[in-house]
């Protein structure tokens, strides 16, 4: 059984501090790892895609990805209450399907 | 461009109704997916279709069909409805389903089976 592991939160960030989130996966072949970000009643949409080992930065969005330990992480920089969300992990298997976590949920404290 | 659409918004069904959900993407993509997402749980992948003319299982598919009538329409039919089905359905299409490729999701349908 593939699995993505996502602690559900709430996790709660003061407003201006970094947001850590974190996902392990468990298919070792996975090669490409997606943060999608969903708010209260809406559809997800993507934040951040990585396939390699190392950090990828957008803005104020940073993902880490680590094979060797299978994980994945999101750091969000100069929280906002707009960030407030539900974070959602997802990893392409090797049956061309994205598997996905269950997500943490984010709350930025004014 | 809308991207992808899907209607309806809202259905209340009771076990044993039928109902189609429809979904249409205006984006010129190939691949095509139905999820559903319940609490608790991360979107679980019911069928998709990676080309015009294709469709495939996913995890949860019982209870489900599909049809993809053409390159911008993928529906999902439930023909007897269950109280198990009651669920958020998400609708979304990628460019080639390729494994570095976006999914682009629909606003979703809320429905209630009692």
């Known amino acids: 059984q593939k699995e993505v592991e996502q602690n559900s939160g709430p996790l709660s960030v003061p407003e201006g501090a970094i947001a850590s989130l974190n996902c392990t996966y468990s298919?070792?072949?996975?090669?490409?790892f997606f943060w999608y970000r969903q708010y209260s009643g809406k559809s997800p949409e993507l934040i951040m895609f990585?396939?390699s080992n190392g950090d990828k930065e957008d803005g104020r969005f940073t993902a880490q990805l680590n094979k060797a330990s299978q994980y994945v992480s999101l750091l969000i920089r100069d929280s906002q209450p707009s960030d407030s969300a539900t974070y959602l992990c997802?990893?392409?298997?090797?049956?061309?399907?994205?598997?996905w976590g269950a997500g943490t949920k984010l709350i930025i404290k004014p | 461009n809308a991207g992808v659409t899907q209607t309806p918004k809202f259905q209340v069904l009771k076990t044993g109704q039928s109902m189609t959900l429809q979904c249409a993407q205006d984006?010129?993509?190939?691949?095509m997916y139905w999820y559903r997402q319940d609490p608790g749980m991360g979107l679980r992948l019911i069928y998709y279709?990676?080309?015009?003319?294709?469709?495939d299982k996913g995890e949860v598919p019982n209870g489900y069909n599909v049809s993809r009538l053409n390159k911008r329409e993928f529906s999902l039919r439930l023909e007897s409805a269950a109280p198990s089905q009651t669920s958020v359905y998400f609708c979304?299409?990628?460019?080639?389903?390729?494994?570095?490729?976006?999914?682009?999701f629909g606003p979703g349908t809320r429905l209630t089976v009692l």
């Open positions: 979304a299409s990628s460019r080639q389903g390729a494994s570095t490729d976006t999914q682009y």
């Open positions: 984006m010129n993509h190939n691949s």
């Open positions: 279709s990676a080309s015009e003319g294709t469709t």
């Open positions: 298919d070792r072949g996975s090669q490409s």
């Open positions: 990585i396939y």
């Open positions: 997802a990893f392409w298997d090797s049956n061309y399907q994205l598997i």
